[in-house]
């Protein structure tokens, strides 16, 4: 009895976790194309799409290129706080986006292709 629950057991425990792999994987695919579309409808007039902040609109006010070494090296508290409350030309985005947003946001930042 207790051999059989162990070979149960061995025949399940390897077929769960390859289980969760296979769906983990298109799970954090959706939700990086989630972040980028919140990113693309709040963020790229200023930051543009690659996150230089190389548009007019950024130019103009300033916007951190979110791929440097000054950004990135925040902790992503800070990056939440700025983001929640703004900065200077930056607007603040608490009442517009949840926090689960705004994190899916940081995790976008920290996977913008390196330059
Ligand atoms: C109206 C233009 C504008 C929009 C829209 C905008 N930003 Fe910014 N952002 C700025 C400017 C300007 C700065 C530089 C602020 C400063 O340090 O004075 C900045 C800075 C930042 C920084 C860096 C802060 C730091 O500490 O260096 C982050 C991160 C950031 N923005 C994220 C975002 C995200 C995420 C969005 C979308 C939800 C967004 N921004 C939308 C203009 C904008």
Redesign the pocket.
Known sequence: MRRQTRSILLRFVPAFVIGITILSLPLSVRAQSRARK??KD??V???GADGT?NTP??KA????D?KSD??QK?SDE??AT??AKG?????A?AD??SQEA?NS??AY?RRLPKK
Not at 61 to 64: K, P, Y
């Open positions: 919140i990113f709040n963020c007039v200023c930051h902040g609109k950024g006010l300033g916007a951190a979110l000054e950004v925040q800070e990056l700025v983001i900065r200077g030309s930056m607007p985005f517009k986006l705004v946001l940081i930042i």
